[in-house]
């Protein structure tokens, strides 16, 4: 039986290279370790509010019961998964995208006169399917969530004040890949043996 190990236990802190969450098109690579290589395709969509993020799991079953009414067997009749968060970076142009699709959000360079500048056409479409990474780090240790399926489908209120930042606030589904997986987590506890030897 495994001792108690203060090692195993991570704070949830985004890596600050990337703010937290990387997003890229449907079908890019996922790293299959917590350290490994992430594809250039999986760009940073800027900071994540300090909310964090939050991640639900729902399972719905049904009982049966036999001819005296005592349950004998319970059957899980569905599973879900939802990763909710906030982008922090309102003008953030993967975070759009991400909300209301490639083509909805153009992206003009800063020159002598304006800023860089975005526009969003907003509308009723779908938010597209994409591949989703959240990269936290608690000193040496490290955990990832990988979604190798992900679509935005619920977009919280957004309050423009001067007392609060503006948030995209999100919920994204998950959705099963060819192996049947929603979602896949890479961890490493940063506790390296001495001499070297594996990567």
């Given at each position: 039986?495994?001792?108690?190990?203060?090692?195993?236990?991570?704070?949830?802190?985004?890596?600050?290279?990337?703010?937290?969450?990387?997003?890229?098109?449907?079908?890019?690579?996922?790293?299959?370790?917590?350290?490994?290589?992430?594809?250039?395709?999986?760009?940073?969509?800027?900071?994540?509010?300090?909310?964090?993020?939050?991640?639900?799991?729902?399972?719905?079953?049904?009982?049966?019961?036999?001819?005296?009414?005592?349950?004998?067997?319970?059957?899980?009749?569905?599973?879900?998964?939802?990763?909710?968060?906030?982008?922090?970076?309102?003008?953030?142009?993967?975070?759009?995208?991400?909300?209301?699709?490639d083509?909805a959000?153009?992206?003009a360079?800063?020159?002598?006169?304006?800023?860089?500048?975005?526009?969003?056409?907003?509308?009723?479409?779908?938010?597209?399917?994409?591949?989703?990474?959240?990269?936290?780090?608690?000193?040496?240790?490290?955990?990832?969530?990988?979604?190798?399926?992900?679509?935005?489908?619920?977009?919280?209120?957004?309050?423009?004040?001067?007392?609060?930042?503006a948030?995209?606030?999100?919920?994204?589904?998950?959705?099963?890949?060819?192996?049947?997986?929603?979602?896949?987590?890479?961890?490493?506890?940063?506790?390296?043996?001495?001499?070297?030897?594996?990567?």
């Amino acid at each position: 039986m495994a001792n108690n190990n203060a090692k195993k236990v991570i704070a949830g802190k985004p890596v600050p290279v990337s703010g937290g969450v990387r997003v890229g098109p449907l079908g890019t690579t996922l790293p299959t370790t917590a350290n490994g290589t992430i594809d250039a395709a999986l760009v940073g969509a800027g900071y994540v509010a300090n909310a964090g993020l939050t991640k639900t799991e729902s399972r719905e079953s049904r009982v049966t019961n036999d001819w005296g009414g005592l349950p004998i067997k319970r059957t899980q009749t569905s599973f879900g998964v939802q990763l909710s968060f906030a982008f922090l970076e309102y003008l953030n142009e993967e975070g759009a995208k991400a909300i209301y699709g490639d083509d909805a959000v153009t992206v003009a360079a800063a020159t002598s006169t304006h800023g860089e500048q975005i526009n969003i056409a907003v509308s009723g479409k779908e938010a597209p399917h994409k591949t989703w990474l959240f990269d936290m780090a608690d000193g040496d240790a490290i955990l990832r969530i990988a979604v190798p399926d992900g679509q935005v489908t619920a977009v919280g209120d957004t309050t423009y004040s001067t007392s609060d930042d503006a948030l995209r606030q999100v919920t994204i589904d998950c959705f099963p890949d060819e192996d049947g997986n929603y979602y896949y987590e890479l961890g490493d506890d940063g506790v390296k043996t001495s001499g070297g030897g594996g990567s």
